[in-house]
């Protein structure tokens, strides 16, 4: 005779159900939910989750962790609040690894480089990196819909001149439709994240018809750049535009 599996036990040894094989490690770091949220991640990271797929139930995951359910439950919260899995209701409900949200990963980037407290220089020094690599590959990679994106970005620009406030606004819109253009979905939101903590800076600075000229030769300069497909000319004409800024926004700051 086959003598029947042992019961499955939680960390508290009660009886959750007839016993599985284990899809998952046991490891006796961190606390039992921080295992289960460290385990989860690390599959995700090492490809072996894929965004949608369906991870099962609460109770079969508490199951194939060998936790109890209040253990998972904690640790699905946690993983639902920082967008690892998504938990769904109905018959066809369960927990899903959730979609890629890259409005959501701007948001969550801008607020905690906020919260950490970075400075201007590190702003405008992140600025530079991101755009002028954003430079060369739009320069590479846009279609005409691009084109057709930053030419609507100056014309709007062009149209207020006279708004200093508003010129700004439209200004980093500009930068934005370039780094768009790259088509690098991680400069994108990157520079998503970096336009929350840019604006209040720019506007804090100082402006004239000199400046808003300047900014829009710039544009056109670059619109050129991007169209002859000279990403080596972009990165150079982004490089030392944001030179020219970053040293002037620190000498503002600094006399105040």
Known sequence: MHKAPDAEKDETGQILGPAEPRLWSSSKQGTLSAQVINQLRAALFAGRLTPGERLGSEASLALQFGVSRMTMRDALRSLHASGVIDIRVGIKGGIFVAEGNSDRLAETLAIQLKLIGIDAEEVLDSQMAIEVMAAGLAASNADEDDIAMLRGALAEVEGLVDNPEEFTWAAINFHGSVVAASHNRVLIAQFR????????????????????????????????????????????????????????????????
């Open 193 to 256: 994240a970096l336009s929350h903590v840019l604006m209040p800076l720019y506007v804090r600075g100082s402006s004239s018809p000199e400046v808003a000229q300047r900014a829009m030769a710039f544009q056109r300069a670059l619109i050129a750049c991007i169209e002859a497909r000279d990403p080596d000319a972009a990165r150079n004409l982004v490089y030392g535009r944001l030179q020219f800024i970053r040293s002037r926004q620190l000498g503002e700051l600094a006399n105040r």
